[in-house]
């Protein structure tokens, strides 16, 4: 965050240097900071400023897609005419440990159908998930663990 408004300045400074603060300029400035911030931060060997916001896009499309994955599975679920579901509550033994990604984790699995985040434990290594169709919950966990965890590590390590 602090890249971002540090990039967000450095545009700003550099439209007041060109004395120009047409849209296209800013936008060419923060595309010229972006850049002068990725080759100071590869210098220093940091986490470059562009893949990070590479990698949180490539979370958002994840989501976006597990998103209309999960919608299209409980609505042909529901419409079935016989209502095959074993619902229940399984643990999800946690990879990420700050707060941030353990919400953002338990945010991203809530708001995807089907599933919904509990609790998580008091020593946050477990989360406890609810899931429409428990029938197969080590699927199910492989599956937040390669995906939406994986990508959480990926973007905000």
Not at 72 to 89: E, F
Request: glycine share 6%; with cysteine.
């Amino acid at each position: 965050m602090i890249l971002f408004v540090f990039n967000l300045l450095l545009a700003i400074v550099w439209a007041a240097i060109t004395g120009s603060a047409s849209f296209v300029n800013l936008v060419f400035g923060f595309v010229l900071a972006a850049l002068a911030l990725a080759i100071v931060r590869q210098s220093y060997g940091g986490v470059l400023y562009l893949g990070r916001i590479r990698r949180i896009v490539a979370l958002l499309f994840l989501f976006l897609r597990e998103l209309a994955n999960s919608a299209w599975t409980v609505a042909v679920t529901v419409m079935s005419p016989r209502l095959d579901v074993k619902p229940g509550i399984f643990a999800f033994p946690l990879t990420v440990d700050r707060d941030f990604e353990i919400a953002l984790l338990a945010n991203l699995i809530t708001l995807t159908p089907g599933t919904l985040s509990v609790d998580v434990s008091d020593d946050r290594k477990t989360l406890y998930v609810h899931a429409l169709d428990c029938s197969d919950p080590e699927a199910t966990k492989r599956s937040i663990a390669d995906g939406f965890e994986r990508r959480i590590m990926e973007a905000f390590r």
